[in-house]
């Protein structure tokens, strides 16, 4: 059974940083396009940022370029966003997603498993 299990969310001001983490079981990460998506209250969800595994090419959202940055250690079976500069349009609920086919953002219903999600508040 896939669990993902994400931890790291928050609350934090403005122009704080956070860094949230994804681990695997019964998955490994070094497989498929890993990465995260968020949804916020009344809106849809929307990929941030993704990354496939050995080649390592990364790809995000142009509303997160530059302050985000995905990575995952294939010894620990992790995936990472760290997040900085944020804003209060960051606020949201943040899911780890595992194969995420031909790594798009922009096809969420297509990502095979999930994460619960960890939520992120960002203080104006």
């Known amino acids: 059974q896939v669990q993902l299990v994400e931890s790291g969310g928050g609350s934090v001001q403005a122009g704080g940083s956070l860094r949230l983490s994804c681990a695997a079981s019964?998955?490994?990460?070094?497989?498929?396009?890993v990465g995260w998506f968020r949804q916020a209250p009344g809106k849809e969800r929307e990929g941030v940022a993704v990354?496939?595994?050995?080649?390592?090419?990364?790809r995000y959202a142009d509303s997160v370029k530059g302050r985000f940055t995905i990575s995952q250690d294939n010894t620990k079976n992790t995936v990472y966003l760290q997040m900085n500069s944020l804003n209060s349009e960051d606020t949201a609920m943040y899911y780890c997603?595992?194969?995420?086919?031909?790594?798009?953002?922009?096809?969420?219903?297509?990502?095979?498993?999930w994460g619960q999600g960890t939520q992120v508040t960002v203080a104006s």
């Open positions: 997603a595992a194969e995420v086919p031909f790594c798009r953002l922009s096809a969420p219903w297509s990502v095979k498993y």
């Open positions: 019964g998955y490994t990460f070094s497989r498929n396009c």
């Open positions: 990354i496939s595994p050995g080649i390592g090419i990364t």
